[in-house]
């Protein structure tokens, strides 16, 4: 099967293991990279090792359909910052989210998932509609949290699903797509923003820990008591470590450890 793939490097397992179940990728689109949260290194490298045209930015109708009569059959996306025009072409396509939806819609859900204190997360594959991540629903992988889960161990088990999921797709996928079903009223998780990515002296030690945890690798801040906000790129808490310590801040039942 011949393929238009969309997506950057959170998912580029899936990418890689898309030759071995017998696709073909035609052409990849990406988006820019920030350097902090979202890559695409893995994925240009995989276009440019086997000729495959790559690109960054939005997609149009007329590249789609140039691309369906050059024998293209199914758009996968997997993490494409950009609307597709699903209504502009007759290829059909699916898509990697990395929640359970109908809960979780959204461009960021790893880490809402933390700091819900949610109990399971998992990746959830289905069609692609006009709107985002509200097309029907082919399959889906889920776990559950594990007590101190952070970002970096949560993706790490989101990528192994997505890619059981893939392969279970491709092993019979007028199968799948004909057992979708729609979704039900979701919920749409907007981005976090600063003050929720913010650490405050009056928060709790577990207050801290889940903010810690929910952006572990891409950093947070913290806000001390004279205003000053302090990039984190990693943290720790303790409920008692000596009051001399260097780099530890007070909290309401500990400290904070600022690991700059």
């Known amino acids: 099967m011949k393929i238009i793939y969309f997506g950057y490097d959170l998912f580029a397992d899936c990418l890689e293991r898309l030759p071995s179940l017998g696709v073909e990728v035609m052409a990849i689109y990406s988006f820019p990279s920030d350097g902090v949260c979202d890559f695409h290194d893995r994925v240009q490298t995989f276009a440019l090792r086997r000729g495959i045209p790559f690109h960054i930015g939005p997609v149009t109708g007329a590249e789609l359909n140039a691309l369906a009569a050059a024998g293209c059959a199914l758009m996968v996306s997997a993490g494409y910052a950009y609307r597709i025009p699903v209504e502009q072409t007759d290829l059909r396509g699916i898509n990697l989210h990395p929640a359970l939806l109908p809960l979780g819609r959204g461009p960021w859900p790893m880490p809402v998932t933390i700091l819900r204190g949610l109990n399971a997360s998992g990746v959830t594959l289905h069609k692609l509609a006009p709107r985002f991540d509200e097309g029907d629903i082919l399959a889906q992988v889920a776990f559950p949290m594990a007590p101190h889960e952070d970002l970096q161990t949560l993706t790490g088990k989101l990528q192994t699903a997505a890619v059981s999921l893939l392969e279970a797709f491709f092993a019979d996928p007028a199968a799948a797509w004909a057992n979708a079903h729609p979704q039900e009223k979701g919920e749409y998780w907007p981005e976090p923003d600063e003050r929720e990515m ?14 810690l945890r929910a952006f572990r690798g891409v950093g947070c801040y913290f806000a001390r008591a004279d ?12 409920t008692a470590v000596p009051a001399t310590a260097e780099g530890a801040y007070a909290l309401r039942d500990g400290y904070l450890e600022i690991l700059m």
Not at 198 to 211: G, H, L
Not at 227 to 238: K, L, T
């Open 198 to 211: 913010t650490i405050s002296p009056d928060m709790t030690v577990a207050e801290a820990d889940r903010i």
């Open 227 to 238: 205003g000053e906000r302090i990039p984190i790129r990693e943290g720790r808490v303790w």
